[in-house]
C-alpha cells in the first residue's frame, strides 16, 4: 500500500489559516483517490474533504464548504488541505488518507491512513 506522511500541523489563532501537506511514497499516487479526515477529542473520525485521481473533482464536509480547499500534486506525490477562516471546533487530529475510487473516500472506506497532525485552533 502507500505509505502516507503528513505535516503542516500546528496552533492558530481564529480567523487564521493553516496548510497541511500529505505526501505518498511505495505506490503509483496518481492511482488513488484521496481524502482528509480529522477526530477531535472525544468525538469520532469524521471525513472533511475528498479529492479524485486526477484533482478534477472534490468533495466536501458541509462544516468547511467554502473554508477548506483539496488539492494534490501528482508529480509530487503530495495532497494539500488549505484551511482558512479557522474555528476553534475545527481543532482535532487530521488524517491523511488514500482510497481506491473518491466515492469510497468519501464513504471512508479506506486503504491507508497517515499517523495525523495536530491542529489546534485558539478562540
Request: charged letters at 15%; a positive charge.
Amino acid at each position: 500500500q502507500v505509505q502516507l506522511v503528513e505535516s503542516g500541523g500546528g496552533l492558530v489563532q481564529a480567523g487564521g489559516s493553516l496548510r497541511l501537506s500529505c505526501a505518498a511514497s511505495g505506490r503509483t499516487f496518481s492511482n488513488y483517490a484521496m481524502g482528509w479526515f480529522r477526530q477531535a477529542p472525544g468525538k469520532e473520525r469524521e471525513f472533511v474533504a475528498a479529492i479524485s485521481w486526477g484533482g478534477g473533482n472534490t468533495y466536501y464536509a458541509n462544516s468547511v464548504k467554502g473554508r477548506f480547499t483539496i488539492s494534490r500534486d501528482n508529480a509530487r506525490s503530495t495532497v494539500y488541505l488549505q484551511m482558512n477562516s479557522l474555528k476553534p471546533e475545527d481543532t482535532a487530529v487530521y488524517y491523511c488518507a488514500a482510497g481506491g475510487r473518491f466515492d469510497l473516500v468519501v464513504t471512508g472506506t479506506i486503504l491507508s491512513w497517515g499517523q495525523g497532525t495536530q491542529v489546534t485552533v485558539s478562540s
